[in-house]
């Protein structure tokens, strides 16, 4: 009989898990706090998608790719370009030497392991401003295939012929029936008994979407630089993103969407200028103390999928194919060492 797996929690890691949970043969359901969870047509919904980087090939490198490489495979699967993804390619900037040091380490080390020339190169200055459509002062890492991408698009996508049960705040993990019960519910994860000695915290931060000019439509790729900013989608760029773990709310605040345009402008002069903002949206990215996410066994039947970070995209995809995998088939579909890295219990139990 097929595995029938609780998921608490609607966003991207526990969509992603339910679809992952499906492929495998297992039943999902998800319970959801809110009364909605996504939608089909949403106004102002980006995010990059790209992996965290690191300058070995190490376990952040190994699991960072398996979900890169699987939002590649999924946008193809999905319908491709025309639903809100745009394969534009992503520049990392060098910007200063521990930079230049780090990036030139990480493209050596992942060329080295399976990422080819294509995925992942470094590029002058002068290349990186023929591909960017700005002019570019540092020599940059590239990504080709990184974009950005509605993640609430995706998750309908899915989500398709998932059990959704919405307006259901679940308090007691255990409580549910079924095989096994994932907490994928971003930073309220800790307010479960399971997960509550985890050391996982929030940040708040802000990203604001910008009415096109003509200089900033030139724009063609995706460019990282401490802040992000978006080639145009129909006549909006999206731009960001503050960070304040000092702040406790999600209010969109004007003053931030004003940092996140400065910010843009002190870095590439040629942006500088006055932009209509359309949308500013905020929210809380949550992140263990050590930085990577947690993913896997808390308890007999009670698992976790937390602390995406500011990589939430392609670590939800990984986490899901990891523990859809493990919960449904009782593999392993990663190293070992990537699996003790990111499990719960590298911070003991309460
Ligand atoms: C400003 C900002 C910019 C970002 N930019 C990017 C980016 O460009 N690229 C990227 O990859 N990531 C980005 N991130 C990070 C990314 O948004 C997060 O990592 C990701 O959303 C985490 O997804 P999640 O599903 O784990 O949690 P969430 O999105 O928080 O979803 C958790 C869900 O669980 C539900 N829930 C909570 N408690 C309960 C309960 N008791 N019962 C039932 N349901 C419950 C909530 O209602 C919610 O829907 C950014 C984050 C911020 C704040």
């Known amino acids: 009989m097929a595995k029938r797996v609780n998921i608490i929690g609607g966003g ?11 492929r495998e043969g ?30 070995q090939w190490d376990e952040n490198a190994k699991y960072f790719s398996m ?27 060098m ?16 060329n080295e392991n399976g990422w080819s020339e294509e995925d992942i190169c470094l590029v002058s200055a002068k290349e990186a401003s023929d591909i960017a459509g700005l002019e570019v002062e540092k020599e940059c890492m590239f990504l080709k295939r990184s974009g950005v991408v509605s993640p609430l698009r995706i998750c309908s996508k899915l989500i398709k012929s998932v059990e959704v049960k919405l307006n259901q705040k679940v308090e007691d993990a255990a409580a549910l029936e079924g095989d096994a019960t994932v907490l994928a519910c971003g930073a309220k994860v800790t307010l479960f008994e399971e997960a509550a000695h985890l050391p996982i915290s929030s940040v708040r931060g802000q990203v604001t979407f910008i009415r096109e000019t003509e200089v900033s439509s030139k724009v063609r790729t995706t460019i990282n630089y401490g802040g992000h900013i978006s080639p145009s989608l129909n006549g909006v760029q999206y731009i960001g993103a503050t960070f304040q773990p000092w702040l406790k709310h999600t209010k969109v605040l004007p003053e931030d969407d004003d940092q996140n345009i400065h910010n843009l402008c002190e870095r590439f002069p040629a942006l500088a200028g006055e932009y209509d903002v359309v949308a500013g ?14 993913i896997g066994r808390l308890s007999d039947k009670v698992y976790i999928s937390a602390a995406h970070g500011s990589f939430g995209f392609t670590s939800s995809l990984a986490s899901a194919i990891i523990l859809a995998k493990k919960i449904v088939k009782n593999e392993d579909v990663i190293s070992e060492d990537v699996i003790k890295k990111m499990s719960p219990g590298r911070f003991g139990k309460a």
């Open 12 to 22: 991207i890691a526990g969509c992603a898990l339910a679809y992952m949970i499906k």
């Open 26 to 55: 297992g039943e999902p359901v998800i319970y959801e706090a809110a009364p909605r969870m996504y939608e089909d047509e949403p106004e102002h919904d980006c995010s990059t998608y790209n992996p965290r980087y690191s300058a």
């Open 67 to 93: 979900g890169y490489f699987e939002a590649l495979r999924l946008f193809e699967e999905f319908g491709g370009k025309g639903f809100n993804w745009d394969q534009c390619g992503t520049l990392q900037l």
């Open 95 to 110: 910007a200063n030497e521990k930079k230049a040091r780090r990036y030139s380490k990480t493209v050596a080390s992942w």
């Open 281 to 294: 949206k905020a929210g809380m990215r949550s992140a263990a103390r050590d930085h990577f996410p947690v």
